[in-house]
């Protein structure tokens, strides 16, 4: 058996033990990048060690941490509080404010999990006291955080673009961010019109009255804080966030460095406030992201992107083999984690890009919300919360089915509709 064969079936086995048991799967891949670059392609350590992306770890590093101080002292709530406020009355927007501000917590580096997290006991406490669906409401959660996980100083985004530099690929930043906030965005409003948006249009409630949503089940309850004044250190933490924007985005320095001094010179600034927030750094995302891209090197290095690019587009045409890379992405991460898969299932697409004539940015944004969109499993982190955050109008077994129902039908047509509106035209 060829070392294409052993690094594939090593990393279906990674992606099946870690779906089966609480085992994180970067801890897996270290295992299997050990295993397979000792044994089968006879590595040494320090070849299966330089694997590893410093720039990666470091940008995940900083924005979690950046993000763990904003949500320490108050600054998540205020935003959440401010565009609650904004609704002035009319429930129909309640729905798009949670997706806009989940959308907003991702773009500026919250982790997935961790924005559906906050803001999903917070989303379905309102569904439950205004009468909203709450497949609706927790959909729009889960899409809203897609929606902005792909911007360039996301989690996302960040290890997309990582991997596409260091494949040489052409830089595709806002092609693949815009593709998932357009997508994502789209299947909230179709989920609106089929949920009963259109009823929730003709009602209005008192935007005097106390606004702390109740009714959230197991796990649950978070309400949205209702003081109103604006402390010095929140607008410092917001001044923060667009100079981070600002100097990683227009002066092209590292969002890694950025990032992390934006978070050292606030916890300077309130040194007790903050003592706590490096503890709340994503670091099972850490080591799951530098276990998955330790792994993809000894893929590469084995040659199993070719080999699978090459069986895909010997199929017939390259545009078919992009259509199974998207339900692989799809289907998998239904299942797995989708910040793991990532850094897995870009270089294998590079075969395809390289002789198929397929656009690399568009290829590469179908691939990534092809694997994203489907979080709204309940097997997934995302999907998962929104679960065990129901309101206590609906019973759990029925909201499982809802959620359930509606993922099955995500992983069988999202993939095929993002491949049709992305792939195709530039084929």
């Not at 009355?89 to 961790?114: E, H, K, N």
């Not at 045409?317 to 299932?345: Q, W």
């Not at 359930?404 to 195709?424: C, D, Q």
Request: charged share 10%; glycine share 10%.
């Amino acid at each position: 058996m060829g070392p294409e064969w052993v690094a594939i079936i090593a990393l279906v086995a990674l992606f099946v033990v870690g779906t089966v048991l609480p085992i994180n799967m970067g801890a897996l891949a270290y295992v299997a990048a050990w295993l397979v670059g000792m044994y089968s392609l006879h590595l040494d350590e320090k070849e299966i060690l330089a694997g590893v992306s410093g720039d990666l770890i470091l940008t995940l590093i900083g924005v979690t941490y950046l993000f763990a101080i904003a949500r320490n002292n108050g600054t998540v709530d205020l935003i959440v509080r401010s565009a609650v406020k904004g609704v002035g009355g009319r429930v129909a927007l309640i729905p798009w404010v949670m997706f806009a501000v989940t959308a907003l917590l991702t773009a500026i580096g919250a982790v997935s999990p961790a924005a559906c997290a906050i803001i999903g006991p917070i989303a379905l406490g309102f569904a439950g006291r205004y009468r909203i669906s709450p497949l609706m409401m927790g959909m729009f959660v889960v899409h809203g955080a897609q929606a902005g996980g792909f911007s360039p100083i996301s989690i996302y985004g960040t290890i997309t673009n990582s991997v596409m530099r260091e494949n040489d690929l052409p830089d595709s930043e806002i092609t693949i961010f815009l593709s998932s906030l357009v997508v994502n965005t789209i299947l909230a409003a179709i989920l609106f019109v089929v949920l009963g948006g259109r009823e929730l249009m003709s009602r209005r409630i008192d935007p005097t009255e106390d606004d702390e949503p109740t009714g959230a089940g197991a796990g649950g309850g978070t309400g949205v804080a209702v003081e109103t004044g604006v402390r010095r250190d929140q607008v410092l933490t917001l001044i923060a966030f667009v100079g981070v924007a600002l100097v990683s985005l227009i002066l092209d320095k590292n969002i890694g460095f950025v990032a992390i001094t934006a978070a050292v010179i606030l916890s300077i600034l309130a040194p007790q406030q903050n003592k706590d927030t490096v503890k709340q750094i994503a670091w099972p995302t850490v080591l799951l992201v530098a276990g998955v891209s330790t792994y993809a090197t000894i893929l590469t290095t084995a040659g199993s992107p070719e080999f699978v690019g090459n069986w895909a587009a010997g199929l017939g045409a390259a545009v078919i083999g992009a259509l199974i890379l998207c339900y692989v992405g799809g289907v998998v991460s239904a299942f797995a984690s989708s910040t793991a898969l990532l850094p897995v299932i870009i270089p294998i697409s590079i075969p395809l890009i390289a002789d198929g004539g397929v656009s690399a940015g568009f290829f590469v944004a179908a691939l990534a919300v092809s694997s994203t969109i489907v979080d709204v499993s309940p097997f997934s982190t995302n999907g998962a919360l929104m679960l065990a955050n129901r309101p206590d109008t609906i019973e759990e077994q029925t909201y499982y089915k809802q959620i359930l129902t509606y993922s099955v039908i995500v992983v069988l047509v999202g993939p095929l509709l993002v491949w049709t509106a992305l792939v195709l035209p530039g084929w």
